[in-house]
């Protein structure tokens, strides 16, 4: 089972983006799908959760301007970036897990990320 995470790409500051990220199996194989976001020489960090039921949780910095949401039906799950920031520039990963978290070493499946850039 593969992650394919896609919708990157360059906007201005204020502006909105939208993330999908689809699976290539039948179904999701991890209840929980987060998004990460890596900033070049920076760790990887992460951005929000999502559980099979939709409860989600969002990293302090994204609060109130990003809304993770999954439609199982169609195996895919979205990251809506609004208010985008330049700080926002990373490459975004969304990733899986048994586990409903924010530790990216609970995930143990991964999209090949998505560059996000964002300018002044």
């Known amino acids: 089972v593969q992650l394919q995470a896609s919708g990157g790409g360059l906007v201005q500051a204020g502006g909105s983006l939208g993330l999908s990220c689809t699976t290539s199996g039948r179904t999701f194989s991890r209840p929980n799908m987060g998004w990460f976001r890596q900033a070049p020489g920076k760790e990887r960090e992460f951005v929000a959760v999502i559980s099979w039921t939709s409860t989600t949780y969002y990293a302090d910095s994204v609060k109130g301007r990003f809304t993770i949401s999954r439609d199982n039906a169609k195996n895919t799950v979205y990251l809506q970036m609004n208010s985008l920031k330049p700080e926002d520039t990373a490459v975004y990963y969304c990733?899986?897990?048994?586990?409903?978290?924010?530790?990216?070493?609970?995930?143990?499946?991964w999209g090949q990320g998505t560059q996000v850039t964002v300018s002044s």
């Open positions: 990733a899986g897990s048994s586990y409903y978290s924010g530790r990216k070493d609970l995930y143990d499946y």
